[in-house]
């Protein structure tokens, strides 16, 4: 979907919403002005008059024209706006775009709690991320979504708690404070204003207390292939750590994590079952993850890419992938866990970067209890491994330039210089990677892709993709790589992806690491 100076094309879009086309969740919201409401384009409501339909970019415009969202389809549940799911880099831009940039930036990162730690920014803390005035700010904002930072947060928080109070057992008060209010009293207020109606009346149709763990839901755009992402999770699953099925009768991956929230550290368990019928993950997780659950929410959406526009993918890539319509980039609940991985399956097979990180789990990972079988232990702490002795991680089979790459990334996040998620600044992150010892451009970029999410990262040294490029015998593989990927872009992430697809496995390998951690 375009941006907001450039609206959406109301008759294609009543054709979409007419037809209920899951491919454009997210992508647009009808507001229907008999009633006031609007819905996505899955609402299975009798379909109004073209008339009486209006069209928004934005949840948040169409709040802000004063639409509530409807009670049947549930706006909450869509997969975000393609502009803002791939974030601004995935588009190409022009000097004219600029203002564009900054605001799909803003808003980007006004839906990053990971980017923010506790607490809830403030225009001038956005303003001082981006490097501009809070007048500037205001001014792009409004031009590219119709609305003021305020208003849009204010409405991603009411959705946040209408999500929440329809889904989960959560105390009204616990709602509140997740969704970023500051007190009950304001959260009533601007739920009642909001949306005539007030949030215990809501609750009533809702959840009762019961059963193991809080239980959501979380929508994405068809096609998506489940299977391939879990196949990829399943063949690098860690003992103690991670439990998948890839079966089409039960699709599914359970894992373990922990959550850093500022001096808090929270442990928990997650389940993330299929349901494709209905283009939707159904999400169980632990009670002890209930005060970090919008993050966690954020996190899974992120590591299973739900959130992808396979319309723009598609249109650019299925000519050379044919076959990979429905693949995603598989991303991770824990850049730092990620990126110790991509360390240790430099220059060896799958198994053997399994066999590496299971023990390094199994000695330096903390135990936890879950009602899972075979999930019992989080992935070791930074501290844990910036404090390991050579001879410790030596005993596992881990290779002096290896444990240097390690210890490296362990102090440098330790130390607040690295930040592996998917609100961080993407060239900056990349420069503070290749800085740290034995971690080349290979792994950067394989962190890029699956940990900060850039949906234009390419491994140019990478033996299958350039097999399948049919430029491995060339003298200067990595460079005829790179300049074959060019018509790739913005969406060289998931060229990768569909490259190790089309390839057979392949043995050991790259120059610093193997193509399938």
């Not at 969202?69 to 791939?86: D, F, G, M, Q, V």
């Not at 991770?332 to 789990?361: H, I, K, P």
């Not at 800085?435 to 290979?442: E, F, K, M, R």
């Not at 892709?449 to 593989?477: E, N, T």
Request: hydrophobic share 45%.
């Amino acid at each position: 979907m375009a941006p907001s100076q450039t609206p959406p094309d109301d008759d294609a879009c009543y054709l979409a919403f007419k037809s209920r086309d899951a491919r454009f969740d997210g992508c647009f919201f009808t507001g229907v002005t008999s009633t006031r409401i609007y819905c996505r384009p899955v609402c299975r409501v009798r379909t109004p008059k073209r008339e009486n339909c209006r069209f928004f970019a934005y949840a948040a415009q169409a709040e802000q024209a004063g639409f509530r969202p409807c009670l049947r389809c549930r706006p909450e549940l869509a997969p975000r706006t393609p502009a803002l799911a791939s974030g601004p880099e995935s588009r190409v831009w022009s000097m004219q775009d600029a203002s564009s940039i900054l605001a799909l930036q803003a808003a980007r990162l006004l839906e990053a709690p990971e980017a923010w730690g506790p607490g809830i920014p403030t225009v001038h803390q956005l303003a001082l991320r981006l490097g501009v005035s809070d007048r500037h700010v205001r001014r792009i904002f409004n031009a590219e979504f119709g609305v003021s930072p305020l208003e849009y947060l204010q409405t991603q928080r009411l959705l946040r708690a209408k999500q929440l109070l329809t889904d989960t057992p959560l105390a009204v008060t616990q709602v509140a404070t997740l969704s970023g209010f500051a007190s009950v009293r304001r959260f009533n207020a601007a739920f009642v204003q909001a949306y005539g109606l007030n949030p215990t009346g809501l609750r009533k149709s809702g959840p009762t207390p019961g059963g193991d763990g809080i239980q959501v839901r979380l929508a994405y755009r068809p096609p998506y292939d489940a299977q391939a992402m879990l196949q990829f999770f399943a063949t690098r699953q860690i003992h103690g750590l991670e439990v998948v099925s890839a079966t089409p009768e039960n699709l599914c991956l359970s894992k373990t994590l922990a959550v850093q929230q500022g001096a808090v550290h929270t442990t928990g368990w997650l389940v993330a079952r299929f349901d494709v019928a209905r283009h939707q993950v159904d999400l169980r997780l632990s009670d002890s993850l209930r005060e970090v659950l919008p993050g966690v929410m954020a996190g899974v959406r992120a590591m299973l890419d739900l959130d992808a526009d396979p319309q723009a993918i598609n249109h650019l890539l299925h000519t050379h992938f044919p076959l990979g319509d429905g693949l995603r980039v598989p991303g991770t609940l824990d850049g730092f866990e990620l990126a110790v991985r991509a360390v240790l399956g430099q220059q060896v097979t799958v198994a053997a970067a399994r066999t590496l990180a299971s023990r390094l789990v199994a000695r330096f990972g903390e135990p936890v209890d879950t009602p899972i079988a075979g999930l019992n232990r989080l992935f070791p702490r930074p501290a844990a491994l910036a404090e390991a002795s050579g001879d410790e991680l030596g005993q596992l089979g881990i290779v002096k330039q290896r444990q240097a790459a390690i210890q490296g990334l362990a102090n440098a996040v330790l130390g607040g210089h690295l930040h592996l998620h998917a609100g961080a600044d993407v060239p900056a992150t990349l420069a503070n990677l290749l800085a740290l010892p034995g971690v080349g451009d290979w792994t950067a970029q394989y962190i890029a892709m699956r940990a900060l999410r850039w949906p234009d990262a390419f491994v140019a040294g990478d033996v299958a993709l350039q097999k399948a490029l049919g430029v491995r015998d060339a003298k200067h593989p990595a460079k005829e790589a790179t300049a074959a990927s060019q018509a790739w872009r913005p969406w060289r992430s998931y060229a990768v992806i569909r490259a190790w697809a089309a390839t057979p496995a392949t043995p050991p390998i790259a120059p610093e690491i193997n193509p399938k951690i």
